[in-house]
């Protein structure tokens, strides 16, 4: 039996194969992030449950495992918008679409709370399931977060459930409230003043001293947290979230343009720390945005000396294919991991960044690996998957087997930890991460680093939304986060710390890690002016880095009017950007999205011309220079080009009959 305010989703699982192993259900409230729910047995099933959020009237679900195959190839979504509180159980058949809903016999079911907007002036408006019957001014009340009730005058009915809550006095911009139906309480959602002029006006830093900045006789912070009443920066002694080694909490100081400042005498190298801030009475501590590393699973950053990371050399360290033009680029997408995990590797440093500084490695029949294969390759860039720090590999559990592509971003400035050889203490996977790029360099070959800008692992957790509540994502006008990235929220580039944090991070990584060009993953969610910005920055000091994206257009929910993406139909908006070009793609192995079609690898016929102009950069139609043209059969998305050819052609050989 579960609390009357409470309301569970119990999720049966059923497998002919009864194979359970590895599977679980990754669920998610309508707009809301995702998170995986672990089986678990109950009476002979397979269940994974989730509580709902009180006013959740749909929660999508996908059966999958850990590296995301799917038991069902699309997003599929639960109706609760009846359910009030209780229990109710969905039966899913593994490879059948679709869902068999019953009722606990603690469910109740009616009218329910979905949706609370404040327009902004005098009223908040509320959307029911049902009707409210008897008295509509006893029906809700409203407070803000820290307690304060809110005067209602009077309430009205509008059609199809919608009623007007018309308060005394405007409610305030910068706090957050809550309204009450039935005892239950629902997050009203405020007009954003993010976006706004004023906003922007008073409250844009375009300083170059964010995070701590370290000497060795002090450390000065300074966060940009301009909705706080009070902030504070906590020192630990180890890098281990809930580690009760707390050496100093230091009070901030209110400074220009939204930031807090403090220092701290002393060399603080090693130290780490975290910030505490105060937001409509409620105290929550976060990690630095701009932290440069941190300690174990990222949760605490670490002030660094990062010249004393630097491997040596470095100082003469440079772009190898410097002065070459982007169109004579050869690129190899690569995961750090995967380079060297499989047994017959030979290398030494299995998964981590020093793996590819191995030389001399080969399979027992000696093939050579790791670097010296990719040498052999001849290519002039390695494009590298994620590696700044992100989520869903538990650093803290390196022993047990765990894998993600890197596309789940944490913090952005700092390298990844699973890949160093040592998580806990943050210098070691800057170290590590140089000595990679300093190796590939004395190789011959440039490196180019895949970023994910466009959304984060965690919306609600990640640390600028702590710091600046939902600041960094586009929010829809129900409250709940876009999502054309499919992952969840997307982030609004459009506001003007957004745009300063994404440039100051790409300028971060050519500075201190000499990185050579930056993947852009569905940059089309980002807008044209900060990819611009982007680029003159960079180039500024590194004119030979390219850049290049996924282009496709996306559906998203833009906090100002007046922008445009940076799509491959926008190309021209962005000359300096190179995007990938599906056209060629499907060409050659068949729509990605139909596996059965042929393309002309697989023998189809009758696009020649088209497929010979994609070589030539001379279409797709909205490329308009071939430099902005990426040619390309498969990367880490959908189908090898092997297995789609093997899923088009059923009837081939494996080789020709001359072979």
């Known amino acids: 039996m579960v609390k009357a305010d409470e309301l569970l989703i119990k999720l049966h ?23 995986a729910y672990e089986l678990a047995e109950e009476d002979g099933d397979h269940v994974a449950t989730m509580e709902v959020t009180p006013g959740t009237t749909s929660v999508g679900f996908i059966v999958r495992t850990a590296d995301w195959t799917k038991d069902v190839d699309e997003d599929q979504f639960i ?14 058949e593994s490879g059948v679409k679709g869902y068999t809903k019953e009722y606990g016999d603690d469910a109740v079911t009616g009218t329910k709370l979905s949706g609370a907007k404040y327009d902004g002036e005098s009223a908040v408006t509320v959307q029911m399931t049902g009707a409210i019957e008897g008295d509509l001014m006893q029906a809700f009340s409203i407070k803000s977060a820290d307690g304060v009730a809110v005067t209602i005058k009077e309430v009205t009915q509008d059609d ?23 005892g239950t309480e629902y997050k009203v959602v405020m007009p954003s003043v993010y976006s706004t002029k004023e906003f922007e006006e008073e409250y844009t830093y375009d300083g ?18 301009p909705t706080a009443q009070a902030v504070s920066v906590n020192l630990y002694e180890s890098g281990t979230e809930g580690t009760d080694d707390l050496i100093e909490s230091i009070p901030m100081t209110a400074d220009i343009n939204g930031t807090w400042v403090a220092s701290k005498d002393g060399d603080l190298n090693g130290t780490y720390y975290t910030y505490t801030v105060t937001i409509n009475g409620e105290e929550k501590e976060a990690n630095d945005p701009y932290a440069r590393t941190t300690g174990v699973n990222g949760k605490r950053a670490m002030i660094i000396d990062l010249e004393s990371t630097n491997p040596e050399g470095w100082d003469s360290d440079s772009n190898p294919h410097a002065g070459e033009g982007i169109n004579d680029a050869v690129i190899y997408e690569m995961h750090i991991r995967d380079v060297s995990s499989d047994s017959s590797s030979g290398i030494e440093n299995v998964g981590k960044y020093l793996g590819l500084t191995e030389t001399g490695t080969t399979t027992e029949n000696g093939v050579p690996t790791g670097l010296d294969h990719i040498k052999d390759l001849e290519i002039t860039h390695l494009h590298l998957l994620p590696f700044y720090d992100y989520g869903s590999v538990d650093e803290t559990k390196l022993d047990t087997p765990q894998f993600n592509w890197g596309y789940d971003p944490v913090n952005y400035n700092v390298p990844e930890g699973s890949y160093s050889t040592d998580p806990y203490h943050g210098e070691v996977r800057v170290k590590e991460a140089k000595e990679m790029v300093k190796t590939l360099h004395d190789n011959d070959i440039s490196v180019v680093m895949d970023v994910v800008y466009n959304h984060v692992y965690n919306a609600g957790e990640f640390c600028f939304n702590v710091i600046v509540p939902e600041y960094f994502s586009r929010v829809n006008d129900n409250g709940t986060y876009s999502n054309g990235s499919g992952c969840g929220n997307d982030t ?9 944090y994404i440039v100051d991070s790409v300028k971060y990584w050519a500075d201190e890690y000499h990185i050579d060009g930056f993947r852009f993953d569905l940059v089309g969610l980002l807008d044209t002016e900060t990819m611009n910005e982007v680029i003159e920055e ?12 996924e282009g496709w257009s996306m559906q998203t929910s833009l906090t100002k009017e007046g922008y445009s993406m940076t799509t491959q139909t926008n190309s021209t908006e962005v000359p ?11 060409l050659l192995k068949g729509n990605t999205f139909s596996t059965t079609e042929k393309g002309f690898v697989s023998g189809a016929n009758g696009k020649e ?10 279409s797709p139609e909205w490329c308009t220079t071939p430099s902005q043209s990426v040619n390309y059969a498969s990367c880490h998305d959908n189908l090898s080009l092997m297995d789609r050819i093997i899923r088009s052609t059923p009837e081939a050989s494996w080789r020709s009959e001359s072979a």
């Open 13 to 35: 699982y059923h497998r002919a194969d009864d194979n359970y192993d590895g599977w679980d259900v990754w669920m998610w409230g309508e707009g809301a992030d995702g998170a």
């Open 576 to 586: 300096e950007m190179a995007f990938f070009s599906d056209t060629l793609r499907d």
């Open 492 to 500: 609004a580039s459009e506001r003007s710390m957004v745009k300063k």
């Open 79 to 92: 109706d609760i918008s009846e359910m009030v509180s209780g229990t109710v159980d969905i039966y899913v």
């Open 538 to 549: 960079v180039h500024k000091d590194h004119p030979d880095v390219i850049f290049y994206g």
């Open 609 to 618: 011309k088209t497929l010979q102009k994609c070589f030539m950069g001379l």
């Open 208 to 225: 170059d001293d964010l995070g701590a900045t370290w000497t060795k006789d002090s450390t000065a912070f300074r966060l940009w947290a």
């Open 160 to 182: 199809d459930f919608v009623y007007q809550v018309v308060v005394e006095e405007p409610l305030d911009a910068y706090k957050s409230y809550q309204i009450t139906y039935e």
